[in-house]
């Protein structure tokens, strides 16, 4: 049996819960003043919120801070947060994250390496102090952008706050529903109101339920199928999702 903290709120994840989960994803890239945006060996919040960034020692962004009067300098971390499926318009947020880059200094890299590698274990961590060189960011501004729309969050409030509790699968499997699962998404399209010429494509799942891209021509609609009740970690989707498909199923039969 699977043993989960207990349930959060039932309302749909706050803007800073959805920045922290878009900080979670890896594609990223690096602005500082003066040069062309790079991309980092690897990025991390950790899970105390701090940002961290790896860099090549001998690459720009190491070049610029080493003649940087202060040691830091001011710089954006953009992340994307792509769906991991094949969409018309696959970025499904981006995060701009702003503040001042400093070197992480000698007697902090190795506790700031491991809580980098908590979050997230690339291999580039093992060439810290030599080919890479690991950045921390401090935090000014926090911006998050979805859709047509923006939301600010404080740093405070980014750094308090948690990924959503799927985050770190919904990678593996989202990509496996839409390989090998098709029976699921015919039940979970069987909720959508689609009209002639869109087709619905899987996009996401969270601890409120799976998200789903309605297509059209010139453009898109998101929806969602809730679960009966929120998640509060991976353990718990197997058996939400069997419950959510009975519903359907049952919806469809009553209908018939």
Known sequence: MTTCPGPPALSVAGAPERARTAATRTAAALCVAGREPSRPLAHATTAAGQVLVLVPA????????ATAPDR???????????????????????LWLSGWLTPVPGADRRAAAVAFAEVRPDEALLDVGTSALLLRLDLAEVVLREGDGCAEVSPAGFAAARPDPLAAVEEGMLQHLDRDHPDVLAVLRSRVPVAPGETVRPLGIDRFGYRLRVERPGGHRDVRVPF????????????????????????LTRRD
């Open 58 to 65: 001998d690459g720009e962004v190491a070049d610029v801070l």
């Open 72 to 94: 830091d300098v001011s710089a954006l971390l953009m992340v994307s947060d792509r769906a991991p499926v094949p969409l018309r318009d696959p970025v499904r947020a981006t």
């Open 228 to 251: 009966p009740r929120p998640l509060t970690c991976p353990g718990q989707l197997r058996a939400a999702t069997s419950q959510l498909l009975c519903a359907l199923r049952a919806g």
